[in-house]
Nanobody, 123 residues
Framework: DVQLVESGGGSVQAGGSLRLSCVVSGHSRGSNCMGWFRQAPGKEREGVAAISPGCGLTYYADSVKGRFTISRGNAGNTVYLQMSSLKPEDTAMYYC?????????????????WGQGTQVTVS
């Protein structure tokens, strides 16, 4: 199994920045697709960004392109989401997720390990 623990959420004014972190532990932690998802009240969960193992290909939802950056720590056990130029519509619970495969990282429906989430509020 893979365990995921997020941190770094909080409240920020529009235009501000936050960096979310996700510590990954468990089996094959450096070999999984990793992603960030979010869910706003009354809305479905959506994939925000993903990164592949190895070469680190990245994928972004259109709504965050140019504003959010996903990256991995050098040891492969941490995944970050740098969020800039935040907007009120970015307000949501943000979840770190892992896919039990190094392939298809941009397929958001195939993620099967989840953290507990961290709240981001933009006012």
């Amino acid at each position: 199994d893979v365990q995921l623990v997020e941190s770094g959420g909080g409240s920020v004014q529009a235009g501000g920045s936050l960096r979310l972190s996700c510590v990954v532990s468990g089996h094959s932690r450096g070999s999984n697709c990793m992603g960030w998802f979010r869910q706003a009240p009354g809305k479905e969960r959506e994939g925000v960004a993903a990164i592949s193992p190895g070469c680190g290909l990245t994928y972004y939802a259109d709504s965050v392109k140019g504003r959010f950056t996903i990256s991995r720590g050098n040891a492969g056990n941490t995944v970050y989401l740098q969020m800039s130029s935040l907007k009120p519509e970015d307000t949501a619970m943000y979840y770190c997720a892992a896919r039990g495969s190094p392939y298809g990282c941009g397929v958001y429906s195939e993620y099967n390990y989840w953290g507990q989430g961290t709240q981001v509020t933009v006012s």
